[in-house]
Protein backbone atom coordinates (compact mmCIF):
# COMPACT_ATOMS: atom_id res chain seq x y z
CA UNK A 1 0.00 0.00 0.00
CA UNK A 2 2.94 2.49 0.72
CA UNK A 3 6.40 1.45 -1.42
CA UNK A 4 9.21 3.81 -0.62
CA UNK A 5 12.18 2.62 -3.34
CA UNK A 6 16.00 4.17 -2.41
CA UNK A 7 14.14 7.72 -1.58
CA UNK A 8 17.07 10.01 -1.07
CA UNK A 9 16.48 14.13 -0.35
CA UNK A 10 19.22 16.75 -0.40
CA UNK A 11 18.74 19.88 1.28
CA UNK A 12 21.42 22.00 -0.41
CA UNK A 13 24.38 19.45 0.12
CA UNK A 14 22.91 17.82 3.29
CA UNK A 15 21.72 14.91 2.80
CA UNK A 16 18.15 14.23 4.87
CA UNK A 17 17.53 10.67 4.02
CA UNK A 18 19.20 8.16 2.16
CA UNK A 19 18.75 5.19 -0.08
CA UNK A 20 14.90 4.61 2.08
CA UNK A 21 13.58 1.92 1.18
CA UNK A 22 10.28 0.13 2.61
CA UNK A 23 6.59 -1.20 2.26
CA UNK A 24 3.77 -0.94 4.53
CA UNK A 25 1.11 -3.88 3.55
CA UNK A 26 -2.81 -3.02 3.17
CA UNK A 27 -4.44 -2.42 7.00
CA UNK A 28 -0.65 -2.57 8.69
CA UNK A 29 -0.06 0.13 10.88
CA UNK A 30 3.69 0.95 10.90
CA UNK A 31 5.24 3.09 13.35
CA UNK A 32 8.76 5.33 12.06
CA UNK A 33 10.85 6.10 14.43
CA UNK A 34 13.96 7.76 15.21
CA UNK A 35 15.07 10.48 17.02
CA UNK A 36 15.09 14.32 16.13
CA UNK A 37 16.63 15.01 12.79
CA UNK A 38 16.46 11.15 11.81
CA UNK A 39 14.83 11.81 8.65
CA UNK A 40 10.79 10.95 9.45
CA UNK A 41 9.05 13.75 8.34
CA UNK A 42 11.19 14.60 5.33
CA UNK A 43 10.20 10.47 4.50
CA UNK A 44 6.84 11.34 5.22
CA UNK A 45 6.52 15.10 3.40
CA UNK A 46 7.62 12.67 0.23
CA UNK A 47 5.14 10.20 0.82
CA UNK A 48 2.73 12.52 1.17
CA UNK A 49 3.28 14.73 -2.13
CA UNK A 50 4.35 17.64 -0.34
CA UNK A 51 7.97 17.56 -0.85
CA UNK A 52 10.10 16.16 -4.37
CA UNK A 53 12.87 13.34 -3.34
CA UNK A 54 16.37 14.17 -5.25
CA UNK A 55 16.11 10.78 -6.46
CA UNK A 56 14.11 7.63 -5.34
CA UNK A 57 10.47 6.59 -6.37
CA UNK A 58 7.21 6.30 -3.79
CA UNK A 59 3.85 4.96 -4.54
CA UNK A 60 1.24 5.11 -2.54
CA UNK A 61 -1.87 3.13 -3.17
CA UNK A 62 -0.19 2.13 -6.27
CA UNK A 63 0.14 5.71 -7.77
CA UNK A 64 3.34 7.30 -7.95
CA UNK A 65 3.76 10.51 -5.46
CA UNK A 66 4.95 12.25 -8.16
CA UNK A 67 3.74 11.48 -11.52
CA UNK A 68 -0.12 10.87 -10.17
CA UNK A 69 -0.15 12.87 -6.95
CA UNK A 70 -3.99 14.14 -7.14
CA UNK A 71 -4.77 10.51 -7.17
CA UNK A 72 -2.36 10.18 -4.38
CA UNK A 73 -3.84 12.32 -2.57
CA UNK A 74 -7.43 11.58 -3.09
CA UNK A 75 -6.39 8.39 -0.70
CA UNK A 76 -4.32 9.74 1.48
CA UNK A 77 -4.97 11.53 4.88
CA UNK A 78 -1.86 13.48 6.07
CA UNK A 79 -1.44 14.74 9.52
CA UNK A 80 1.41 17.15 9.19
CA UNK A 81 4.19 18.04 11.88
CA UNK A 82 3.11 21.46 12.63
CA UNK A 83 -0.63 21.60 11.01
CA UNK A 84 -1.70 24.96 11.02
CA UNK A 85 -4.95 25.20 11.78
CA UNK A 86 -6.59 28.77 11.29
CA UNK A 87 -7.30 29.98 14.80
CA UNK A 88 -10.07 32.05 14.25
CA UNK A 89 -12.31 29.47 12.24
CA UNK A 90 -14.84 27.22 14.32
CA UNK A 91 -13.38 23.35 14.87
CA UNK A 92 -16.77 22.61 12.35
CA UNK A 93 -15.96 25.86 9.54
CA UNK A 94 -12.41 24.44 9.53
CA UNK A 95 -13.45 21.00 8.58
CA UNK A 96 -16.01 21.97 6.11
CA UNK A 97 -13.06 24.05 4.45
CA UNK A 98 -10.42 21.22 4.42
CA UNK A 99 -13.82 19.03 2.99
CA UNK A 100 -14.17 21.30 0.38
CA UNK A 101 -10.17 21.70 -0.08
CA UNK A 102 -9.87 18.12 -0.57
CA UNK A 103 -12.70 17.65 -3.15
CA UNK A 104 -15.46 16.00 -1.03
CA UNK A 105 -18.44 16.60 -3.11
CA UNK A 106 -21.17 19.06 -1.30
CA UNK A 107 -24.02 16.90 -0.81
CA UNK A 108 -21.17 14.81 1.16
CA UNK A 109 -19.49 17.52 3.13
CA UNK A 110 -22.44 17.37 6.37
CA UNK A 111 -22.24 13.34 6.72
CA UNK A 112 -17.98 13.36 6.52
CA UNK A 113 -17.82 16.34 8.62
CA UNK A 114 -20.66 14.55 11.10
CA UNK A 115 -18.90 11.65 10.47
CA UNK A 116 -15.18 13.08 11.75
CA UNK A 117 -16.48 14.89 14.46
CA UNK A 118 -18.04 11.57 15.95
CA UNK A 119 -15.64 9.64 15.41
CA UNK A 120 -13.03 11.47 17.35
CA UNK A 121 -15.24 12.90 19.82
CA UNK A 122 -15.31 17.03 18.62
CA UNK A 123 -19.09 17.53 19.51
CA UNK A 124 -18.51 19.32 22.44
CA UNK A 125 -16.31 21.65 20.68
CA UNK A 126 -17.48 21.86 17.27
CA UNK A 127 -18.28 25.68 17.52
CA UNK A 128 -15.11 26.85 19.20
CA UNK A 129 -12.85 28.45 17.52
CA UNK A 130 -9.85 26.29 16.78
CA UNK A 131 -7.37 28.80 18.19
CA UNK A 132 -8.98 28.34 21.55
CA UNK A 133 -8.99 24.79 22.07
CA UNK A 134 -7.07 22.38 24.28
CA UNK A 135 -3.86 20.86 22.66
CA UNK A 136 -5.48 17.22 22.95
CA UNK A 137 -8.69 18.75 21.33
CA UNK A 138 -6.43 20.57 18.45
CA UNK A 139 -4.69 16.99 17.57
CA UNK A 140 -7.91 15.90 17.36
CA UNK A 141 -9.51 18.51 14.80
CA UNK A 142 -6.16 17.69 12.91
CA UNK A 143 -6.52 13.64 12.82
CA UNK A 144 -10.63 15.00 12.03
CA UNK A 145 -9.39 16.57 8.60
CA UNK A 146 -6.86 13.73 8.10
CA UNK A 147 -9.76 11.56 7.73
CA UNK A 148 -12.43 14.23 6.18
CA UNK A 149 -11.99 12.21 2.26
CA UNK A 150 -11.92 8.09 4.24
CA UNK A 151 -8.36 7.67 3.25
CA UNK A 152 -7.15 4.24 2.38
CA UNK A 153 -3.55 5.63 3.79
CA UNK A 154 -3.48 7.39 6.49
CA UNK A 155 0.50 9.47 7.55
CA UNK A 156 0.79 10.89 10.68
CA UNK A 157 3.72 12.91 11.68
CA UNK A 158 4.02 12.80 15.72
CA UNK A 159 0.20 12.79 16.23
CA UNK A 160 1.06 12.28 20.11
CA UNK A 161 3.70 15.03 20.48
CA UNK A 162 2.36 17.40 22.68
CA UNK A 163 -0.28 15.87 24.47
CA UNK A 164 -0.69 14.74 27.96
CA UNK A 165 0.20 10.82 29.08
CA UNK A 166 -3.49 10.59 29.33
CA UNK A 167 -4.62 12.19 25.94
CA UNK A 168 -2.12 10.24 24.25
CA UNK A 169 -3.15 7.42 25.32
CA UNK A 170 -6.46 8.08 23.81
CA UNK A 171 -4.82 8.97 21.10
CA UNK A 172 -3.34 5.72 20.36
CA UNK A 173 -6.30 3.69 21.41
CA UNK A 174 -8.31 5.72 18.27
CA UNK A 175 -5.72 4.94 16.20
CA UNK A 176 -4.93 1.12 17.05
CA UNK A 177 -8.84 1.03 16.35
CA UNK A 178 -8.34 2.37 12.89
CA UNK A 179 -5.77 -0.21 12.03
CA UNK A 180 -6.98 -3.11 9.64
CA UNK A 181 -9.35 -0.84 8.05
CA UNK A 182 -6.50 2.01 6.82
CA UNK A 183 -2.94 1.84 6.30
CA UNK A 184 -1.30 3.73 9.03
CA UNK A 185 2.15 5.02 9.03
CA UNK A 186 3.05 7.29 12.30
CA UNK A 187 6.00 8.90 12.74
CA UNK A 188 6.84 9.30 16.76
CA UNK A 189 10.35 9.64 19.14
CA UNK A 190 8.75 8.04 21.95
CA UNK A 191 9.18 3.78 22.06
CA UNK A 192 6.54 2.37 23.98
CA UNK A 193 4.44 4.07 21.65
CA UNK A 194 5.32 2.05 18.46
CA UNK A 195 4.90 -1.10 21.03
CA UNK A 196 1.53 -0.22 22.12
CA UNK A 197 -0.36 0.22 19.11
CA UNK A 198 2.47 -0.67 16.03
CA UNK A 199 2.50 -3.84 13.71
CA UNK A 200 5.86 -3.29 12.34
CA UNK A 201 8.51 -0.55 13.00
CA UNK A 202 10.73 1.23 10.63
CA UNK A 203 14.04 2.03 12.57
CA UNK A 204 15.60 5.43 11.01
CA UNK A 205 18.63 7.31 12.30
CA UNK A 206 21.00 10.22 10.68
CA UNK A 207 18.92 9.82 7.04
CA UNK A 208 18.95 5.41 7.24
CA UNK A 209 17.02 2.89 7.34
CA UNK A 210 18.40 0.92 10.70
CA UNK A 211 16.23 -1.51 11.02
CA UNK A 212 12.26 -2.83 9.70
CA UNK A 213 10.48 -5.66 11.83
CA UNK A 214 8.07 -6.34 14.50
CA UNK A 215 9.01 -4.95 17.99
CA UNK A 216 8.99 -8.43 19.28
CA UNK A 217 11.40 -9.59 16.53
CA UNK A 218 13.52 -7.07 16.61
CA UNK A 219 13.72 -7.07 20.18
CA UNK A 220 14.27 -11.09 19.85
CA UNK A 221 16.80 -10.66 16.62
CA UNK A 222 18.63 -8.18 19.17
CA UNK A 223 19.09 -9.95 22.08
CA UNK A 224 21.61 -12.60 22.19
CA UNK A 225 21.30 -12.75 25.92
CA UNK A 226 18.04 -13.76 27.45
CA UNK A 227 16.71 -12.28 31.04
CA UNK A 228 14.21 -14.88 33.04
CA UNK A 229 12.61 -13.71 36.25
CA UNK A 230 12.19 -16.32 38.85
CA UNK A 231 10.34 -16.24 41.73
CA UNK A 232 11.88 -18.90 44.07
CA UNK A 233 10.98 -19.59 48.11
CA UNK A 234 14.41 -20.74 49.23
CA UNK A 235 17.57 -19.92 51.29
CA UNK A 236 19.06 -16.92 49.30
CA UNK A 237 22.95 -17.50 49.35
CA UNK A 238 22.03 -21.18 48.24
CA UNK A 239 19.52 -20.42 45.45
CA UNK A 240 22.18 -17.53 43.88
CA UNK A 241 24.82 -20.07 43.97
CA UNK A 242 22.73 -23.04 42.38
CA UNK A 243 21.40 -20.90 39.52
CA UNK A 244 24.74 -18.99 39.01
CA UNK A 245 26.13 -22.92 38.59
CA UNK A 246 24.26 -23.76 35.70
CA UNK A 247 25.82 -23.97 32.52
CA UNK A 248 24.76 -21.31 30.23
CA UNK A 249 24.08 -18.81 33.03
CA UNK A 250 25.71 -16.03 32.72
CA UNK A 251 25.02 -13.95 35.65
CA UNK A 252 21.99 -14.00 38.49
CA UNK A 253 20.56 -11.35 40.59
CA UNK A 254 18.03 -10.81 43.53
CA UNK A 255 15.90 -8.11 42.32
CA UNK A 256 13.90 -8.18 45.31
CA UNK A 257 12.05 -9.97 48.29
CA UNK A 258 9.03 -10.70 48.21
CA UNK A 259 7.44 -12.68 51.45
CA UNK A 260 8.18 -15.76 53.84
CA UNK A 261 11.71 -16.22 52.45
CA UNK A 262 11.09 -15.68 48.48
CA UNK A 263 12.75 -13.27 46.62
CA UNK A 264 13.32 -12.48 42.77
CA UNK A 265 15.66 -13.33 40.86
CA UNK A 266 16.92 -11.78 37.54
CA UNK A 267 18.84 -14.80 35.78
CA UNK A 268 20.74 -14.00 32.30
CA UNK A 269 21.86 -16.84 30.40
CA UNK A 270 23.16 -17.81 26.52
CA UNK A 271 19.97 -17.43 24.60
CA UNK A 272 20.29 -20.31 22.79
CA UNK A 273 19.45 -22.93 24.21
CA UNK A 274 16.46 -22.54 26.55
CA UNK A 275 17.61 -22.48 30.03
CA UNK A 276 13.91 -22.58 31.78
CA UNK A 277 13.42 -26.14 31.97
CA UNK A 278 17.20 -26.02 33.43
CA UNK A 279 15.93 -23.44 35.81
CA UNK A 280 12.91 -25.27 37.18
CA UNK A 281 14.68 -28.63 37.83
CA UNK A 282 17.59 -27.08 39.48
CA UNK A 283 15.19 -25.79 41.71
CA UNK A 284 12.68 -28.49 42.12
CA UNK A 285 15.66 -30.92 42.51
CA UNK A 286 17.33 -28.49 45.58
CA UNK A 287 13.58 -28.97 47.20
CA UNK A 288 13.07 -25.43 47.03
CA UNK A 289 9.48 -23.84 45.90
CA UNK A 290 9.04 -22.19 42.50
CA UNK A 291 6.46 -18.91 42.76
CA UNK A 292 6.65 -17.52 39.63
CA UNK A 293 9.40 -17.77 35.75
CA UNK A 294 8.48 -15.56 32.99
CA UNK A 295 10.64 -14.32 30.53
CA UNK A 296 11.88 -10.75 30.32
CA UNK A 297 11.08 -8.82 27.01
CA UNK A 298 13.74 -5.94 26.08
CA UNK A 299 12.04 -3.15 25.47
CA UNK A 300 12.79 -0.59 22.16
CA UNK A 301 14.33 1.93 24.21
CA UNK A 302 17.16 -0.94 24.44
CA UNK A 303 16.70 -1.90 20.89
CA UNK A 304 16.79 1.62 19.38
CA UNK A 305 20.31 2.50 21.54
CA UNK A 306 22.08 -1.10 20.40
CA UNK A 307 21.15 -0.57 16.52
CA UNK A 308 22.46 2.93 16.75
CA UNK A 309 25.91 1.77 19.27
CA UNK A 310 25.84 -1.12 16.49
CA UNK A 311 25.31 1.16 13.45
CA UNK A 312 27.94 3.96 14.77
CA UNK A 313 30.67 0.99 15.56
CA UNK A 314 30.38 -0.04 11.86
CA UNK A 315 31.31 3.42 10.56
CA UNK A 316 33.97 4.29 12.64
P1 LIG B 1 12.71 14.16 11.90
O1 LIG B 1 11.32 14.30 11.36
O2 LIG B 1 13.13 12.75 12.06
O3 LIG B 1 12.92 14.97 13.14
P2 LIG B 1 13.44 15.71 9.57
O4 LIG B 1 13.02 14.91 8.41
O5 LIG B 1 12.58 16.86 9.98
O6 LIG B 1 13.72 14.75 10.81
O7 LIG B 1 14.91 16.28 9.28
C1 LIG B 1 15.96 15.51 8.76
C2 LIG B 1 17.14 16.43 8.46
O8 LIG B 1 16.83 17.30 7.38
C3 LIG B 1 17.52 17.32 9.62
O9 LIG B 1 18.92 17.44 9.64
C4 LIG B 1 16.87 18.64 9.27
O10 LIG B 1 17.57 19.72 9.84
C5 LIG B 1 16.95 18.66 7.76
N1 LIG B 1 15.83 19.40 7.15
C6 LIG B 1 14.53 19.08 7.21
N2 LIG B 1 13.78 19.95 6.50
C7 LIG B 1 14.64 20.86 5.99
C8 LIG B 1 14.49 22.01 5.15
N3 LIG B 1 13.30 22.38 4.70
N4 LIG B 1 15.61 22.69 4.81
C9 LIG B 1 16.83 22.29 5.25
N5 LIG B 1 17.04 21.21 6.02
C10 LIG B 1 15.98 20.51 6.40
Redesign the pocket.
Known amino acids: MIQAQSLT?Y??L????QDVTFSVEPGEIVG?L????????????ILSCV?LPTSGQATVAGYDVHRHSLEVRRRLGYFP?NLSLYPEMSAERYLYFVAEMKGVKKQQRRPRVDDVVEKLGLEQVTKRSVGHLSKGYRQRVGLAQALLNEPEVLIL??PTMGLDPEQAAEFRTLIRGMGGERTILL?T?TLSEVQAICDRVII?HH?RLLALDTPGQLAGRLQRVSETLLHVRGPRAEVLRGLEQIPGVLRVREESRIDDGASAYVVEAERIPDIRPILGDTVIRAGWKILLMSPRAMDLEEIFLRLVAEEEGSRS
Open positions: KFGLPAIFGPNGAGKSTTMRLEDESHIG
